[in-house]
């Protein structure tokens, strides 16, 4: 009954590769994110989708590829791996209303990526 | 675009003691958020402050947003091993705003 899963938890490959993680969300919220945490703990938003659409694009490499087939579900795809890619991937959720006060946000349990 | 600061990076505490950790956004904030990440853990949801000057406790945690609504505080009294992690805000700039603009975190270690 994980509330925001994330798969692989663990991702170590070759520079060059291309590789996915994969999201879910149970709490039927509308909004899913997906944050980078860099070794020094600093957490940036990539991708925000709500309700399968894209409406926050930071600016990250068009290597990095957003995929939401249904509003549970926010998949990073990413190609050509590089040595900076390497880092801890968030996937989270929120519910959002009219009011700001209803944007909490869960998140998954992170997906430690290393690029040799 | 908004930006939030927060300080100190690092603060280390001898068990017992006070921690708090400041808060700034450079633009006005509809509200702002707490999270604490343990470590090897993932953010997790503390406190929510919408009002200004709104103050909220949580046992030994005490959250302040300011009057103007750009700046926020979170003190811990007495600080207990179990506190060790990094605390971040997060600031959002409008209602129905999407986007979450976290400061950089402070990582407490409490030494016993």
């Known amino acids: 009954d994980t509330a925001v899963s994330q798969t692989p938890k663990y991702l170590v490959t070759q520079m060059g590769n291309d590789k996915s993680i994969k999201c879910e969300q149970n709490l039927g919220h509308d909004t899913m994110y997906w944050y980078k945490q860099d070794s020094k703990k600093f957490l940036k938003i990539m991708f925000s989708y709500n309700n399968k659409e894209l409406i926050i694009n930071e600016t990250v490499p068009n290597r990095f590829s957003p995929k939401s087939p249904d509003k549970a579900h926010l998949n990073l795809h990413i190609n050509s791996l590089e040595l900076g890619d390497s880092a801890v991937y968030f996937c989270?959720?929120?519910?959002?209303?009219?009011?700001?006060?209803?944007?909490?946000?869960?998140f998954g349990p992170g997906t430690r990526l290393t690029v040799l | 675009g908004q930006q939030v600061m927060q300080i100190p990076q690092y603060q280390h505490v001898q068990e017992g003691e006070d921690f708090t950790t400041y808060c700034n956004s450079s633009?006005?904030?509809?509200?702002i958020q707490w999270y604490k990440q343990r470590p090897g853990g993932h953010p997790v949801f503390l406190i929510q402050?919408?009002?200004?000057?709104e103050v909220k406790k949580q046992k030994r945690l005490t959250f302040q947003f300011g009057e103007a609504k750009k700046n926020s505080s979170l003190h811990i009294t007495a600080t207990q091993t179990t506190d060790v992690g990094t605390y971040f805000c997060?600031?959002?700039?409008?209602?129905?705003?999407?986007?979450?603009?976290f400061g950089k975190g402070t990582k407490l270690s409490v030494i016993p």
């Open positions: 989270a959720s929120s519910q959002e209303g009219r009011l700001a006060a209803y944007n909490e946000q869960f």
């Open positions: 633009t006005t904030l509809s509200n």
């Open positions: 402050l919408v009002k200004s000057g």
């Open positions: 997060a600031g959002c700039s409008g209602a129905g705003s999407y986007q979450l603009t």
